[in-house]
Structures are given as structure tokens and as C-alpha cells.
């Protein structure tokens, strides 16, 4: 081919692919938010037709709202708390330490910018939340087509949506904004963009208790990217070595509080979790009894239910290892077992549906699986279970 024929020729790929570009994050974007509506108006509709189980704590608005308050449940109390009155140390009993600061910073300064006031903070929480969520998809379809093409990768962020534990992305909670740093971090260490790489796994470390366990496979992605170049390695370890500074820092600002670098970790202990433990024993203590005695577990265990749809998250996690080793490699192997060690090895289930919701090398392997009809079943199975969860997290049910 001629010299003056291929540079127009490069010229005409290079805008094609940017045309494809921008029309896939527009798709994504519309997708991400006409989710968040869905699940909203869902839980709107399940708060009406449903008594609630127990009594609201509070409101987002001043007085009760069937629309508003389905966005505000359990923890979200908390993250209001440090939000509007800062962190209070509670010597020998339960803190809001155990929450940790950028979430509830977030909303406390957009609330601060919108006016200020009560509702303006739950308002910001909700905010942050769906933003964070729309922008993790964009950046999980950029990740996941370093893995597999066009199209899977937006099935990933399909997947992604409809995982049954998916609402917590749009309420007030951290898993969005968790989602969207964990994609970041990962993404930039993998394009070499050290320091914003590092940058977001610092805040990541500032979002949540498990933030940190991210570490080892960030560092593993990095190593992998920066190839045998003793320079790019030098860059890469600059980079790495920002991610436990989000940590370090709340750690520093808890000693000043309370004399204790790791008053944070006691604080969760007091909440009823003992991380250390074998990791194995709570499903097994759900495992055991589905297989022999499933309606008697069940009907009789108390919290049964709910350790059945959070341990089946877990499980399913577990299962996907294979294919994500396949597509993906160990890194994001790693990624998922340190992340899932942390809450089972405390010998409970709870919480355990939302820690599994921010997995995305999960997401990005489903659409590799050989059976379409596997496919479509899985994403039914999501999309049935997502409103069901929905619908006990609204009325107040133990969906934490």
C-alpha cells in the first residue's frame, strides 16, 4: 500500500475506534443510570407493598419518605454520623472508628457545597454513590477489554448491575465508591500510570477496612506491567508504595483520638467480628445443614435466610476462581481470596453479599464462560435475586 494511502487510512481507524468509544461510554453511562432508576423504583414499590419488619432509625428527609428513605439503611446511620458530627472514640464499647473517613468526608463536604444541612448530607451520600457507580462501569468496561473484546466487556458491567448485592451501589454505603477506586487502581497500574494508580489505591485504603488486602495483587499487576525495565520497576514500586498511605493516615488521626494506631480494629471486634479465624467455618456451618436438613435449617435457624443469600455470593466467588485464573491470571485471583478471607475468616456470613458485590474480575470472567445458556441463566439468577435483596433491604430486614 502507498505511503499516501495508509496514513488517511490510520487517520479513518483511529477516529472509527473513537467514535465506538465514546458511543460505548454513552451506552454505559445510560445503562449505569437507568439501573440506579430501576432499582430505586423497585424499592419504592416493595416499601409500599410491604410492611416494614422493624422501626426506621431514621429519615433522609425530616419526616418519613417512602421514595427517599429507601436509600438510607442500617450502616448508612453511621456514615450520616461521622458526616455531620466527626468521629467519636468510645473507650471499651462500640465506635464509629470501625467506619473509615473518605466516604463520609465525601459527604460531608458536597453536603457543605450544596448548603448544608441534615438532608443535604444523606442527599450527598446518595450522590457520591451513584456517581461512583456510573464512573466504576466505565472504567470496568476499559479494564475488561485488556481481557476480552467489545462486547463482553459490556457484558461485564451488565453483570456487574445485576448482581443480586448490586443495590448497595446506589445507597448510602462505601461499595460504590469502592468499586470505582479498586477498577481505578488496578487499571492505572496495568496502563503504567504509576502514580494514579497509587493514588487510588491510597484511597482505597482510606475507604474501607478490607482496602488494604488489595495491595498484594496491585503490586503483582504492576510488577507484570512494568516488564524487565529497571526504571518502569522503579516507577512501578513509587507507585505501589503510595496505596497504604490512605491507611497509614487514618491510623495516625485514630492515635491522635484514642492513643491507639489500630483502635479502628478493636472497634470492629466490639461489633462482633474476629477476623483470624479458619475461613472455611461459616459455610460450613451453612453447607452442612442445606444438604441435610435444607427446610428445617431454614424455617427454624434464626437468620438462616439471609446467611443462604450471603454465603451463596461468597460460594459463587469461590467457584469462578477457575475462569478468572483463566482470563484474567492470579492477580485477580489474589484479589478475590484476600478479600473474601478477611469477613469469612471472622466465622460469620453477614455482610458477606456486599463484600462479594465489588469482586469485578468476577464480572469480567462471566461473559468468557462457553455456555450461552449458563450465561443467560446466571444473569436471570442475578436479576431475580437482585430484586428479592432489594426488597428485604428496603424493609428493613438484616441485609447489611
Not at 433491604?393 to 438484616?398: E, G, Q, V
Request: contains cysteine; proline residues 5%.
Amino acid at each position: 500500500m502507498t505511503n499516501w494511502l495508509r496514513l488517511p487510512l490510520s487517520v479513518v481507524g483511529r477516529r472509527i475506534a473513537g467514535t465506538f468509544e465514546r458511543h460505548a461510554t454513552f451506552r454505559i453511562v445510560a445503562f449505569a443510570l437507568a439501573f440506579r432508576m430501576f432499582s430505586s423504583l423497585l424499592a419504592l414499590l416493595s416499601k409500599v407493598l410491604f410492611p416494614l419488619v422493624g422501626e426506621a432509625a431514621f429519615t433522609v428527609l425530616k419526616r418519613e419518605n417512602l421514595f427517599w428513605d429507601s436509600f438510607a439503611r442500617h450502616d448508612s446511620g453511621w456514615y450520616f454520623g461521622i458526616a455531620r458530627y466527626g468521629y467519636e472514640f468510645v473507650e471499651d464499647g462500640r465506635s464509629n472508628l470501625a467506619f473509615f473517613p473518605l466516604y463520609p468526608l465525601l459527604m460531608r463536604y458536597l453536603a457543605l457545597a450544596m448548603g448544608g444541612g441534615r438532608t443535604k448530607v444523606y442527599l450527598a451520600g446518595i450522590i457520591i454513590s451513584w456517581t461512583a457507580f456510573v464512573v466504576a462501569c466505565v472504567l470496568l468496561y476499559r479494564l475488561a477489554r485488556h481481557f476480552v473484546n467489545d462486547s463482553d466487556a459490556e457484558r461485564a458491567v451488565t453483570y456487574a448491575a445485576a448482581f443480586p448485592f448490586a443495590f448497595f451501589f446506589g445507597v448510602v454505603y462505601t461499595e460504590s465508591l469502592f468499586l470505582m477506586l479498586s477498577v481505578a487502581s488496578f487499571l492505572a497500574f496495568r496502563n503504567r500510570y504509576w502514580v494514579w494508580g497509587g493514588l487510588a489505591g491510597a484511597a482505597l485504603s482510606a475507604t474501607r477496612v478490607n482496602g488494604i488486602l488489595a495491595l498484594p495483587a496491585l503490586a503483582w499487576v504492576a510488577w507484570q506491567a512494568a516488564g524487565s525495565s529497571s526504571a518502569e520497576r522503579r516507577r512501578a514500586l513509587l507507585g505501589v508504595a503510595l496505596v497504604p498511605m490512605g491507611l497509614a493516615l487514618y491510623s495516625s488521626y485514630v492515635f491522635a483520638l484514642s492513643g491507639s494506631f489500630i483502635e479502628w480494629m478493636h472497634s470492629i471486634t466490639r461489633w462482633g467480628y474476629y477476623p483470624g479465624g479458619p475461613p472455611w467455618t461459616a459455610l460450613l456451618d451453612l453447607i452442612v445443614p442445606m444438604l441435610t436438613s435444607p427446610y428445617r435449617y431454614l424455617t427454624e435457624a434464626p437468620g438462616a435466610p439471609y446467611h443462604l443469600l450471603n454465603g451463596m455470593a461468597a460460594l459463587f466467588a469461590l467457584a469462578m476462581l477457575p475462569v478468572v485464573k483463566r482470563r484474567m491470571g492470579w492477580p485477580y485471583v489474589l484479589f478475590i481470596v484476600m478479600n473474601l478471607w478477611l469477613p469469612l475468616s471472622s466465622g460469620v456470613l453477614e455482610g458477606l453479599g456486599r463484600y462479594t458485590a465489588v469482586l469485578f474480575p468476577l464480572f469480567i470472567a462471566i461473559p468468557t464462560i462457553s455456555s450461552l445458556l449458563g450465561r443467560q441463566m446466571l444473569l436471570i439468577s442475578f436479576a431475580s435475586l437482585h430484586m428479592l435483596c432489594r426488597a428485604l433491604f428496603t424493609n428493613l430486614h438484616p441485609m447489611y
